[in-house]
């Protein structure tokens, strides 16, 4: 997906957001704030907006000297999310249809997502659970239902720390020989790395693998050459998260992407309201000539 | 005051939304969405908003060749306004108390204001006037008053179109030979003009003058030096609304803001809630040195 115009001035408000989340130093504050709008001055639009947060965050982390500045906030997801992981368990184990309640459990954990807003709490995220439970679906159901069963080589795209816990409950429903973890290479936002994998149990069950790049979601051409080749020969993805729909979105490939739907233009995009619970099956622009009607179709 | 780093985003997206406002042409819009993240990229975070807002909308009616892009929008809410004027003059007459009654309708009527925001209607602007005539005052309404009575020379600094019909109501309330209305010098969003003053029948009933400037506020080094005169001359200043107060609450001068708020910033800068209404009576910075206090009290 490209950059919208709209994408724009929230690009900025994330940017300084993000850059206040991680310091109280107000000349920081100044300069990512000049220098995301230079680059937002000249940027090509045609990326997705990824790719700007990916330059965001790495000059946050290059001027604030820290690798890693939402780490904390990862482990505090990480374990908030462990703690109710029986519970939650048990109500999948207990439904008539656990694939379902997982599956609505894995979107719901997508709230956990600081890189649209830096005020996210437990509350928002005990909402969100319970929001996931009852809401509508949006998109097919069975057809992930049936694609999950029929593939034999299922690259799962996560998301954030946190999330990942919702995305094991997933997982768990699908035999696990056949699921392959992809995490981010490095720190970006609070984008699940190995580190969280490990805290929450996923690299004892299936194997993980990282992406090789801090792109805050799949930037394929910036992913290492390792992890490409896994990429290319899965015959299904599970994408979770806005980012990797904003960067995977017209890619050739079989994917179902799982996502709650935080911003408007996303929502524009697939076509229903801010919060939904979507599963996105989407046919390679490349191939179907439909991205070019969207571009017009889009607001700018 | 000064542009707050929280102003920045939002002046982004007010940019966007007024160029979309103008012209569907979608090259402009690109267009004005990459000079003025350059512009905010250098620019002096000392001067006011306002001071950016000028430059947009002139780029904005630079690109589209139209010099009055707001005309049809102030056209329809001095006849919308004036339409109400019978009732509303009417509801002051029968009040205990007038002045409050017309201070409040000249509050609500800021809410005409589409440097905020592209999108009002007349709903909007109903409500606002309904709101206004219980809601609270922030601000000290027998300064206000007494400060009226004993003025001998007091210069009207008017707002938007539409809003001029509001302040027709408090200026009624006012001996009129005291009173100087001063509007904009030349079309910028939708502030009013002399032509406004005409349609509203303002020049009827008190001189009124320009300020030979066209930003969305009074810039003084920008004004005329007729204006200015005239300026230094009043022995009381009413200045309506968000632009007024933004590039006057620092200039040394007894001066009454009344506005209603429409932003967090402003909200912050005050102490109130958006939507409040405010009469707000400002000591000079310079003379006081509250400024210093304030910038270090304020977000960014």
Redesign the interface.
């Known amino acids: 997906m490209r950059t919208y115009?709209?994408c724009?001035?929230?690009i900025?408000?994330q940017a300084?957001e993000a850059v206040?989340f991680v310091t109280d130093d107000?000349a920081i504050?100044?300069q990512v704030?000049?220098?995301v709008?230079?680059s937002?001055?000249?940027m090509d639009?045609r990326k997705s907006p990824p790719v700007m947060g990916q330059r965001i965050h790495r000059l946050i982390r290059r001027l604030t000297g820290n690798v890693d500045p939402y780490r904390s906030v990862k482990q505090h997801f990480n374990r908030f999310a462990m703690d109710r992981y029986p519970e939650l368990k048990e109500k999948i184990n207990q439904s008539s249809d656990p694939l379902q309640k997982a599956v609505r459990l894995a979107i719901a954990g997508n709230i956990i997502d600081f890189g649209v807003t830096s005020n996210l709490d437990d509350l928002n995220v005990q909402k969100a659970i319970e929001h996931s439970l009852t809401a509508p679906l949006k998109g097919n159901l069975e057809d992930f239902r049936k694609s999950v069963l029929e593939a034999q080589d299922i690259l799962y795209l996560a998301d954030n720390a946190g999330e990942i816990v919702f995305d094991r409950l997933l997982i768990e429903q699908i035999p696990l020989e056949r699921i392959t973890l992809a995490v981010k290479g490095s720190p970006v936002i609070n984008d699940a790395t190995v580190v969280d994998a490990q805290h929450v149990g996923l690299t004892d069950i299936v194997e993980v693998i990282d992406n090789g790049s801090d792109a805050p979601g799949t930037v394929l051409e910036e992913c290492s050459e390792t992890f490409r080749r896994r990429f290319n020969k899965a015959d299904l993805v599970i994408a979770k998260g806005q980012g990797n729909y904003e960067t995977l979105n017209d890619v050739d490939k079989s994917i179902f992407f799982l996502l709650k739907v935080k911003c408007p233009v996303i929502a524009r995009h697939i076509g229903c309201e801010i919060g939904s619970l979507v599963i996105e099956r989407r046919i390679s622009a490349m191939t179907s000539g439909k991205e070019e009607e969207e571009n017009k179709a889009g607001t700018?």
Chains 1, 2 share one sequence.
């Open positions: 115009f709209d724009i001035p929230c900025v408000r300084l206040r107000e504050h100044e704030l000049r220098e709008l230079h937002a001055s000249v639009l700018g």
